[in-house]
């Protein structure tokens, strides 16, 4: 007989710092257990413009110590073995998201992923630059696919506003979130509290 796997859900967004975190405790449960994984886009800060704004800017009067908020992020994504450099800015993912639809094939998706989460968070760069993410794209899959082209595809745009409208409907208001059937997590999850809420004993 067989067995479907069951199907975690999780709400994401490339410039989210606990996602990139949080990614590296689900791939961890993915080689552990067998599970599909559907991602849903998140507009974390939508209002972002092209050219990137400064974390001071994002965060004025949120945070007493900014740089002392910044620096234990970046710990803890060291202690995990990611990369992660000196964060200054944040830049409008929009572009990103859009990409990441075109994807179809997970393993694709999964390596896009991946790619844009060290090109923002390891090198700093403005993944909602073309050339950025055609850079990403070129290594994924030796220039199969043309990034402005399916920036510009509107059935890709319009998938991506689904999953806005998605997540406002599911009441999602931060990520990572991590959804199976009826029951959430919000926030970096570790592999075993991932595993138990796919698998609950």
Known sequence: MLITP??????????????YIGDMYLRDASTKRDFDIHYVMFPLHPETPSS???????????FDNL?????????????LGLRYGTRTHTY??????IIGKALSDPKDFELFKLAVFEK??????NIGDSLVLQQILDNINNRKWNAIDLIND?????????????????????VPTFQQGDRYCFGVQQTANILNLLFPE
């Open 6 to 19: 069951p199907a975690l859900t999780v709400y994401t967004d490339f410039v989210c710092p606990w996602c």
């Open 52 to 62: 990137g704004l400064t974390l001071n800017k994002l965060f004025k009067g949120r």
């Open 67 to 79: 740089q002392k908020v910044q620096d234990a992020i970046r710990k803890q994504a060291i202690a």
């Open 92 to 97: 409008n993912s929009l572009n990103a998201q």
């Open 120 to 125: 923002y968070f390891g090198d700093g760069c």
């Open 154 to 174: 509107a059935d890709l745009q319009q998938q991506v506003e689904q999953d806005w409208i998605l997540c406002r409907t599911n009441g999602i208001t931060g």
